[in-house]
């Protein structure tokens, strides 16, 4: 199949980016017996989860930090990444993070909101997952593109080191409100770079995923994506949660699709998608989202949120695995 210039990036192949990482777009992922790993335990919502591994972490414990209702994130830790203990609770009016460590100090990206006016992004440190900087805004809403229906908005952050020393910024811009849920998800998906982590970063104009009629999963947004440079393939691989109108149950849904960048602007599809998508009568019944992906010994640990139901619904981390069949983790948390 040669490369297609579709309008659409669903069904846009590039065959020679999957041969170079065919080890994982062919990978079968499937939920872990114990899935789902992480119930509510404020109202019906924990969403969103960012995972830092026992080689990264201070103490040798798996952690993770969700966002649940109203603008709490919450830090859970686990000895096998399985069983899992909350030990802290924010009220910052945040949702969505994203943990990067680097050189002993980790990074804490997450939206901020002035409801109902916007939503930007901001950054927090910390040395010891305890203590906490004030936070840094990174990002505010300032494109066309990223005030569409409901607010402005930049929020879904996602931080990729680059070949070139520089960082790249991913993130969700725009938001639609979903007549079904009652509430609204991203639209569009952007791109910022700067030369440190604290910025200044600078935006690419356009989206690079953008909400697409032609698209049977992302014909309502574009959703999310979390991003990895894998050094040894020369390759960003993005996963994606496309929203999208499912015209069998006559419901939005959301689910996850890995796509392939040589520059991580210009992405393509890959055949095997959805790798991950809603299941009728099941704790991820309607919508499957936001995740992040962790390299562990010699499997794949995927980590995402799932709502089961639409207006009324309860969100739950959910946990898919697969082999990692060789692939060389670099550039994953791991």
Request: aromatic share 14%; hydrophobic share 35%.
């Amino acid at each position: 199949m040669n490369i297609t210039e579709k309008k659409t990036i669903w069904g846009r192949y590039n065959p020679a980016l999957n041969e170079r990482l065919k080890a994982l777009i062919e990978t079968k992922w499937s939920d872990h017996p114990q899935s789902p790993v992480i119930e509510p335990f404020l109202k019906n919502v924990i969403a969103d989860p960012t995972v830092i591994t026992p080689s990264l972490s201070p103490d040798g414990q798996w952690h993770i930090i969700t966002c649940g209702s109203h603008g709490t994130l919450a830090q859970w830790t686990s000895p096998d990444g399985i069983d899992w203990e909350r030990y802290a609770f924010h009220e910052w009016d945040g949702f969505s993070p994203f943990v990067y460590p680097m050189d002993g100090r980790y990074y804490l990206f997450y939206q901020m909101n002035n409801f109902p006016e916007r939503c930007w992004i901001v950054m927090r440190h910390s040395d010891d997952l305890k203590n906490w900087s004030e936070p840094k805004t990174l990002l505010e809403p300032d494109l066309e593109w990223e005030d569409m229906e409901f607010r402005p908005t930049c929020r879904n952050a996602c931080l990729t080191p680059m070949p070139d020393g520089r960082f790249a910024l991913y993130y969700s811009g725009g938001v639609k409100r979903i007549p079904d849920l009652g509430f609204e998800e991203p639209a569009n998906i952007g791109v910022a770079f700067a030369d440190k982590i604290d910025g200044p970063y600078v935006k690419h104009p356009e989206p690079l995923l953008p909400p697409d009629e032609d698209d049977p999963y992302r014909n309502i947004g574009a959703g999310a994506m979390k991003v990895y440079y894998l050094e040894a393939y020369g390759l960003y691989v993005g996963f994606n949660n496309g929203v999208y109108w499912d015209k069998e149950v006559d419901h939005s849904r959301s689910a996850i699709h890995v796509l392939l960048s040589e520059d991580g602007l210009d992405w393509y599809d890959t055949p095997n998608n959805p790798i991950i998508e809603p299941e009728a009568n099941s704790w991820k019944s309607s919508l499957v989202y936001q995740l992040c992906l962790a390299a562990h010994g010699d499997e794949w640990r995927l980590y995402y949120n799932s709502r089961e139901g639409w207006e009324v619904g309860i969100e739950r981390i959910g946990l898919a695995i697969a082999p990692r069949n060789g692939v060389n983790p670099k550039g994953v948390v791991s």
